[in-house]
């Protein structure tokens, strides 16, 4: 009977060990974010710049990445490639973030150093409960993407010209825009007045989901 008594109750042991490890894996599935299925499908290839741990108010931990992609995309596709490195860091993270930011820009390297280049930021609140946790209103995704089209070849030269000699027409500390627009244009062959540098309308569409 004692050897009956101590099967049963390892049998028992066995069987609650089962149940809570299936209990933990439920949760911790619930508990990881998911993509909008608008987005399904529409994720371009990405390569991430730099990474940064914060840590914020309420003890929660904000993971933050640069990323950049090419500009030949659509809007859906920006904030979809956003969504996926989003994703992707989350997973890949040792010590799970409660919340991931991506900033993400233009990958012609015209854009280097300078922010007319970016063309979304996201931020992903794992438990939706915002940056600090006190903001439980079930928004996970909060998405903001540019939607221009890809710049021409001469909108990239403009830029890179600008960005390489604008320390040049320095005048009490501001920039001469007349004198380097003017250089600029005998560059690239157009008029001074028809010289402007290209720059996303990074808040022209928006999400919360």
């Not at 399904?40 to 741990?53: I, M, P, Q, R």
Request: charged share 20%; net charge negative; with cysteine.
């Amino acid at each position: 009977m004692n050897i009956l008594k101590k099967l049963t109750l390892k049998k028992v042991a066995i069987v609650g060990a089962v149940l809570w490890l299936l209990v933990a894996y439920v949760f911790d599935q619930l508990a990881k974010p998911s993509a909008p299925a608008q987005f399904d499908g529409l994720a371009k290839a990405y390569s991430v710049e730099n990474t940064e741990t914060q840590r914020k108010a309420n003890d929660r931990q904000q993971l933050i990445l640069n990323i950049q992609m090419s500009s030949a995309s659509t809007d859906e596709e920006r904030a979809a490639t956003m969504v996926q490195a989003a994703l992707d860091a989350y997973r890949e993270a040792r010590k799970k973030p409660d919340s991931v930011a991506i900033f993400m820009r233009d990958n012609n390297t015209a854009f280097n150093g300078i922010l007319s280049g970016q063309m979304g930021m996201l931020t992903l609140y794992v438990d939706g409960c915002g940056l600090l946790g006190d903001t439980c209103n079930g928004v996970h995704w909060d998405i903001s993407v540019a939607d221009n089209q890809q710049p021409s070849q001469q909108e990239y030269e403009v830029i890179r010209l600008w960005n390489q000699n604008r320390s040049q027409f320095q005048v009490n500390g501001m920039t001469d825009e007349t004198a380097l627009k003017s250089f600029i244009g005998e560059q690239v062959g157009t008029p001074a007045s028809d010289v402007s540098v290209f720059s996303y309308n990074l808040f022209a569409r928006e999400y919360q989901l």
